[in-house]
C-alpha cells in the first residue's frame, strides 16, 4: 500500500488508504444485520446469537468488510478476538485490499492493531491497490507509535510498493516535517531502514527532506 492519501491533490501519488478505509457510514451501519450489527456496535450478545445461527463468519458487505473488518473500524478488540475465535480470517482483505491491521494503522489505534496481530494478523502482508504495508501507510500518516509497534513486530522496513516508495520515502515526502513524522523516520532509520533505497526518479530519502528543509529529518538520514 503505498501511503494513505489525505488531499486529493496527494492521492494519485500516494496509497489512497485514509480515503478507502472509510469506517462504515451511518446509512451502511444501520442496515446491517447479524455479525456486520453486533460487530459495528460491540454487541457480545448479539454476536453469539449470529454464531449460534452458523451465520457467515467471512460475509462481506457492499464495500467488501468483513465482520472482523467492521469491528477494527469501530475498535471492537473483544468482537474482534470473538469473531477469529469463531472461525473468522483474520488475514482478510476488504474490497480495496486492506487488512485489520492496516485499517487499525490508518486509525492511529495501536491496541486494535495489537489486537488485530495477536489474532493471526501479519505485519509482513502486503495490501491495498498499491501493493505496499501497514507500515508504510502509518509511516505516511506519522503514527510513530503504530509503526514502532509494526517495526516490533516483523513489518518489513524496505518493501517497495508498486509507486517506488518505501515507509522511509513516504514518511518524508508525504509527512509534513514535524514532530510525529520525525520521530517515524527516527524509528525507521534506528531499526534499519536502508537510506540508500531512491524513487523511480532516483531521489533518496534524503534528497528528498534537503528539498522540503527538514532540518530534523535531514540530521537522521545523513550518513554517519
Not at 21 to 31: I, Y
Not at 89 to 105: E, H, V
Not at 192 to 210: K, Q, Y
Given at each position: 500500500m503505498a501511503a494513505c492519501c489525505l488531499l486529493a491533490a496527494s492521492a494519485a501519488g500516494a496509497g489512497g488508504a485514509a480515503?478507502?478505509?472509510?469506517?462504515?457510514?451511518?446509512?451502511?451501519?444501520?442496515?446491517y444485520t447479524g455479525l456486520h450489527a453486533a460487530a459495528h456496535h460491540g454487541d457480545m450478545a448479539a454476536l453469539e446469537r449470529a454464531l449460534a445461527q452458523k451465520s457467515g463468519l467471512d460475509l462481506r458487505d457492499g464495500r467488501g468488510r468483513t465482520p472482523l473488518h467492521v469491528a477494527t473500524h469501530a475498535g471492537r478488540r473483544e468482537i474482534m478476538r470473538a469473531l477469529v475465535e469463531a472461525?473468522?480470517?483474520?488475514?482478510?482483505?476488504?474490497?480495496?485490499?486492506?487488512?485489520?491491521?492496516?485499517?487499525?494503522?490508518?486509525?492511529?489505534d495501536v491496541?486494535?492493531?495489537?489486537?488485530?496481530?495477536?489474532?493471526?494478523?501479519d505485519a509482513r502482508a502486503v495490501t491495498s491497490p498499491y501493493d505496499g504495508t501497514a507500515l508504510i501507510a502509518a509511516a505516511h500518516l506519522g503514527h510513530?507509535?503504530?509503526?514502532?509497534?509494526?517495526?516490533a513486530a516483523g513489518a518489513p522496513l524496505d518493501h517497495v510498493n508498486?509507486?517506488?516508495?518505501?515507509?522511509?520515502?513516504?514518511?518524508v515526502i508525504l509527512g509534513d516535517g514535524g514532530p510525529r513524522h520525525v520521530e517515524t523516520v527516527r524509528a525507521l532509520v534506528?531499526?534499519?531502514?536502508?537510506?540508500?533505497?531512491?524513487?523511480?526518479?532516483?531521489?533518496?530519502?534524503?534528497?528528498?527532506?534537503?528539498?522540503r528543509g527538514y532540518a530534523a529529518m535531514v540530521m537522521l538520514l545523513e550518513v554517519r
Open positions: 480515503l478507502a478505509q472509510v469506517p462504515p457510514s451511518p446509512a451502511e451501519a444501520a442496515a472461525g473468522a480470517d483474520p488475514r482478510a482483505l476488504d474490497g480495496q485490499r486492506y487488512d485489520a491491521i492496516t485499517i487499525a494503522a490508518v486509525k492511529d491496541e486494535t492493531m495489537r489486537t488485530a496481530l495477536a489474532i493471526g494478523g510513530d507509535d503504530v509503526v514502532k509497534a509494526l517495526i508498486n509507486l517506488g516508495w518505501t515507509a522511509l520515502i513516504e514518511a534506528a531499526a534499519g531502514a536502508r537510506r540508500d533505497l531512491a524513487d523511480r526518479d532516483g531521489t533518496t530519502p534524503l534528497e528528498h527532506a534537503r528539498r
